[in-house]
């Protein structure tokens, strides 16, 4: 019995260890060095790389420090920016659709309105980033946005969801935590097993959406529009849900300890 018991705690916490390496990439990185905080181009650089761009030919940006830079506005449509640093860069109304972000940084960056269609972003670090009214429409996010402003964004037919093929460096999920989503579409999006807990998602609209195996607890999502969801497994423990959602999530988790408005 206490060699079962020894067995279990040590694959709970391998899991758990797994799960941090693959979200966690902050931990004994020093954002105060060049790589994390300076610009090695400009944006007249950038623009000039645009402006003599062929015809299917995409521009590498990859592994370059772009952080701070003013690049709001651009078209970076198919730009590969693949393990590229740009920590509070301003791309505020930017296209960025089919662009590559795997393994970027955009911590604190600012993408209010930009166009992030198609785009790709696994193990992308988005910490405390503001997207507010971006869309995201069939983007395959996998990243770290915890504590990031999306307010109004479009999420439809977006792929969140756990990468269960991958693993290699631990389960890579969409995490959301206490992001502020008021007003997200999330419209026929996959969440499955996404990282919601203490998400501010009010008034978001979630219908068709699949949120099967999600963390939610904490979550504020009064309001929200649950038309089609699939919610089986969605962790609901604490969350504020209404009192008329309760059919829709009848296959939810822990929703006896959901605090209902």
């Not at 067995?7 to 954002?31: E, Y």
């Not at 090695?40 to 701070?68: C, F, M, P, Q, Y």
């Amino acid at each position: 019995m206490r060699l079962g018991l020894s067995f279990v705690l040590i694959c709970v916490a391998s899991l758990c260890s797994q799960d941090l390496r693959a979200q966690d990439m902050l931990q004994g990185v020093d954002l105060a060095q060049p790589a994390y905080s300076k610009a090695e181009l400009t944006r007249a650089d950038i623009e000039a790389a645009l402006l003599h761009r062929k015809s299917g030919h995409k521009i590498d940006l990859s592994e370059k420090s772009l952080n701070g830079l003013d690049l709001s506005g651009l078209d970076l449509h198919g730009v590969d920016f693949r393990a590229a640093r740009m920590n509070k860069t301003s791309l505020a109304g930017a296209r960025l659709d089919d662009a590559i972000l795997d393994q970027a940084w955009l911590i604190e960056a600012d993408l209010t309105g930009a166009s992030l269609k198609g785009a790709h972003a696994f193990a992308a670090q988005m910490q405390r980033m503001r997207a507010d009214r971006a869309d995201f429409a069939h983007a395959r996010l996998a990243g770290d946005l915890t504590g990031a402003s999306a307010r109004g964004a479009n999420f439809s037919e977006a792929d969140l969801s756990a990468d269960m093929k991958n693993q290699s460096m631990g389960l890579m999920r969409a995490v959301l935590r206490s992001a502020m989503l008021e007003g997200a579409r999330f419209h026929k999006a996959n969440l499955a097993s996404a990282d919601l807990r203490f998400a501010r998602a009010a008034g978001a609209d979630f219908s068709e959406a699949n949120l099967k195996g999600a963390d939610a607890a904490g979550a504020d999502l009064t309001g929200v529009n649950w038309t089609g969801a699939m919610t089986d497994g969605l962790d609901l423990d604490s969350a504020q849900i209404d009192a008329a959602a309760g059919s829709a999530l009848a296959g939810a988790q822990n929703i006896d300890r959901a605090r209902v408005k």
